[in-house]
């Protein structure tokens, strides 16, 4: 596994996913005990300090699996929001969690059940509530 590469999280998106993990039916998962620690190592901004290519919660980011060469447009979204088929992936998802925070270039190597792992490469971040001054999303 490579070293991951640094992230940026707002100071919102920082709170509402700490307090989102304190749920107890959440604190034992994998994917949430995952997600805190991105949460440990991010470079935490204001909302309206944000660059506008970073991926944020409710961000609408295409990336590039470079192992396979698919493009995927995806919107990261708290759990209860999660939809497949819509292209909403859940922030406790591995992808989910592996991509928030990281800026357009970037990309990060990430493990997933059974043994594959993904090399996704944020391409565009074409909507992110911060840049778009939705302060409520």
Do not use: F
């Given at each position: 596994?490579s ?14 996913l ?11 998962l994998?994917?949430a ?25 409710n ?12 493009s ?19 922030v ?45 999303r």
């Open positions: 596994m070293s991951l590469p640094p992230i940026t999280v707002s100071s919102r998106d920082l709170a509402r700490e307090a989102m993990l304190e749920a107890p039916t959440l604190r034992q994998p994917a005990q995952a997600l805190g620690d991105e949460l440990a190592r991010a470079n935490v901004v204001e909302p309206s300090d944000m660059p506008a290519d970073v991926v944020s919660m961000s609408v980011v295409t990336c590039l699996d470079e192992n396979t060469g698919e995927h447009q995806l919107t990261l979204v708290y759990p209860h929001e999660a939809d497949a088929d819509a292209g909403k992936v859940s406790l998802a591995p992808v989910g969690s592996a991509l928030l925070g990281l800026s357009v270039g970037q990309h990060i190597d990430w493990a997933m059940p059974g043994g594959r792992s993904l090399r996704l490469k944020v391409t565009s971040v074409s909507y992110q509530p911060e840049a778009a001054g939705d302060a409520g």
